[in-house]
């Protein structure tokens, strides 16, 4: 079963940047098919998807963040990250990693074929 663990929310001020971590026990991050994202939700919004990564360590950006958000994985430490930088406003929410094994890679499949998600982390950006 795959459990896991966010960190590394906080406030700052807008501008200001913020790295995610996500402690990942049970999936194996090198298997051919992973495919790991992360997802944020604000009050009163839906989930989005923020950012995808594949096996081969191809990553896919939602227009909102892309430029600003870089995700990575270390596999020798199962652990996903997710460097934001310029936060805005609007930027605030839960944040949330999840990892399936798919052949293809996205946002939507990815979301659609999560089991149990992690608690999330908080993210407030103060303009």
């Known amino acids: 079963q795959v459990h896991l663990v966010e960190s590394g929310g906080g406030t700052v001020e807008a501008g200001g940047s913020l790295r995610l971590s996500c402690v990942v026990s049970?999936?194996?991050?090198?298997?051919?098919?992973?495919?790991m994202g992360w997802f944020r939700q604000a009050p009163e919004n839906e989930r989005e998807g923020v950012a995808t990564?594949?096996?081969?360590?191809?990553?896919t950006y939602a227009d909102s963040v892309a430029g600003r958000v870089t995700i990575s994985k270390d596999n020798a430490k199962n652990t996903l990250y997710l460097q934001m930088n310029s936060l805005k406003p609007e930027d605030t929410a839960m944040y949330y990693c999840?990892?399936?094994?798919?052949?293809?890679?996205?946002?939507?499949?990815?979301?659609?074929?999560?089991?149990?998600w992690g608690q999330g982390t908080l993210v407030t950006v103060s303009s």
């Open positions: 999840a990892a399936v094994y798919m052949l293809s890679c996205s946002s939507q499949v990815l979301e659609s074929r999560m089991g149990a």
């Open positions: 049970g999936f194996t991050f090198s298997g051919i098919t992973s495919c």
């Open positions: 990564i594949d096996s081969r360590g191809k990553s």
